[in-house]
């Protein structure tokens, strides 16, 4: 459930999997401000239109799918040194993301990165 940048608590895979079992496959995109704050927001994979402007930061596996987690290249300049673990906590937030309707939100946890997974990231 984790790659170099990107990972996922327990509680967040599952509500993963009911998203998935209602909109089919997902992704994350890290929102860097407005509706809700600097929220990850979940949409249906390819509903949210991704270009040159963001950075695949890795994909999360929940039972052996792939979740990709995106973020604007101009956030992704300020977060470069640190991980990112995707979460749920109880409340609803303000923003579009799938979980919403459920009484939950996602939200971002980061640390930075060690010195080892900074040179890893580098050297790829």
């Known amino acids: 459930m984790t790659s170099d940048r990107v990972a996922v608590t327990p509680e967040a895979a599952e509500q993963i ?8 496959p ?32 890795g994909d999360l596996t929940v039972d052996g799918q792939a979740v990709p987690v995106w973020m604007s290249r ?23 993301s799938l979980e919403a309707p459920d009484g939950v939100r996602f939200l971002t946890r980061s640390r930075l990165l060690t010195q080892d997974e900074w040179k890893r990231l580098e050297a790829t």
């Open 26 to 57: 997902v992704m994350f995109h890290q929102s860097g401000g407005c509706c809700d704050g600097s929220a990850p927001m979940c949409y249906p994979a390819g509903e949210f239109a991704t270009s040159d402007a963001d950075v695949h930061l």
């Open 74 to 96: 101009p956030q992704f300049e300020y977060w470069k040194h640190t991980h990112l673990t995707i979460d749920l906590v109880p409340g609803r937030g303000s923003g579009f």
């Open 17 to 24: 999997r009911r998203l998935r079992a209602r909109h089919g």
